[in-house]
């Protein structure tokens, strides 16, 4: 994924290339580093960051009104830097949770102005996120995309999706590569089951949900009423439960350090 949009200083860059820290919510480790030993971490990164983080948190959930909140407030944050860099990362993340969540209409608009003057890792990553990722861009990708990527640049194969998905720990940067997959067209059903799998263990109600219901798709389509039944119950099951609260986090985090 790349959701640790903001980060410490542009030296990061470079050391995230090379040693992989382009990794699901990277951000929060480099927060707490640069709080012990270091500069003062700019205001705008901790108001940007933790607004980022409860926004993801209430898209997963289904909470939109709260996420919509705080997405503006993390734009905003990070609107006062001038960046094209930090506006594309943040417009990317919210994409690709968008995306882990199905919602494979959204073709990232919001990033559009300002990709043309970000960096070749912004550029790659939203190539990436539409299926469209070229050789170039797998050094630019962040370390759990890359095998991705590379193998969608090959000949299908049978059970390719499965292992990979498997091979990435995170649960968002899962849903997410499997939604590459699924926009791909080579999705399988074993992959699909994984996907299921992980937005279940997190809870993860709005992604889930959208995932039951390409399952029971595919199910009726492969002549699996048995699958497909069992995948409706679950739906059911899930629009049955209350949705999580719509509680809103103070519009200023507190600083966790000097």
């Known amino acids: 994924m790349f959701t640790h949009v903001l980060t410490i200083a542009d030296q990061a860059r470079a050391v995230g290339r090379r040693f992989g820290l382009w990794a699901v919510l990277g951000l929060l480790v480099g927060l707490l580093a640069g709080c012990a030993a270091g500069p ?31 997405w503006q407030r993390a734009l905003e944050a990070a609107q006062r830097t001038a960046r094209a860099d930090q506006m594309a990362r943040l417009a990317l993340s919210r994409c690709a949770v968008a995306q882990a969540a199905l919602d494979l209409a959204e073709r990232c608009e919001a990033a559009q102005p ?3 003057r970000a960096g070749a890792a912004e550029q790659a990553y939203a190539r990436y996120l539409l299926g469209q990722a070229q050789a170039a861009d797998l050094e630019w990708l962040p370390s759990a995309h890359r095998p991705t990527a590379r193998r969608l640049l090959e000949p299908a194969a049978a059970g390719e999706a499965v292992a990979l998905l498997r091979a990435i720990d995170d649960p968002l940067a899962r849903l997410v590569a499997a939604s590459v997959w699924l926009r791909a067209q080579r999705l399988d059903p074993e992959a699909l089951a994984l996907a299921v799998q992980t937005a279940s263990e997190q809870g993860w109600r709005r992604p889930l949900l ?8 595919m199910a009726q389509r492969r002549g ?22 719509a509680t809103l986090a103070p519009a200023t985090p507190a600083r966790s350090g000097p």
Do not use: F, S, T
Request: aromatic share 4%; hydrophobic share 50%; no cysteine.
């Open 40 to 70: 003062r971490v700019p205001d705008w990164q901790i108001e940007a960051h933790g607004a980022q983080q409860r926004a993801i948190r209430a898209e997963l959930e289904g909470r939109q009104r709260v996420a919509e909140l705080e």
């Open 114 to 116: 300002v990709l043309p």
């Open 210 to 217: 959208a995932w039951l219901r390409v399952q029971v798709d």
């Open 224 to 245: 699996e009423a048995e699958l497909a039944a069992a995948a409706q119950q679950r739906i059911e099951w899930l629009l049955a439960a209350p949705a999580a609260p």
